[in-house]
């Protein structure tokens, strides 16, 4: 489940509590972060997904389910939130990257509203995979129009 994420799986009570502070960071300096992916129904916890400012009008959107919650349509569903959520927030470009093998991630994205730039070279880590080795991502955009067009 976690093979293709951009961060090492937490193995210390150490790592969580970091994550944990940079996300009240993130709340506090932006108003946003990460968000746990919810079942209606029964509120079981799915994965989570977020909204990342990266800069003026600028954000980045990810997401990580559960092996049981895949082939859903959950991760399109919190991807199109997020995505509304970025559009009123003013956001005009809305970035999210996927490992160039990871095709079911590219589809959800593709269903998402978000279109292909381009494949980054040497990019991000993907520690599961190697943990010392910069790896290609597809970079996915999605554009919201401005107040001025």
Known sequence: MTKYLAWPRHQRLEETEAFLELSDHEWTTHGCGPYLILLQSTEAVLGSTGLHIVGPMRASTGYVLARDAW???YATE???AIAAL???AGIVRLEAHCHTEHHASARVLEKSGFSLEGVQRRSILFPQID???LLDVRCYVRLFPTETG
């Open 71 to 73: 082939r859903h349509g």
């Open 78 to 80: 919190a991807t199109l």
């Open 86 to 88: 970025a559009e009123r």
């Open 131 to 133: 943990p010392t080795t």
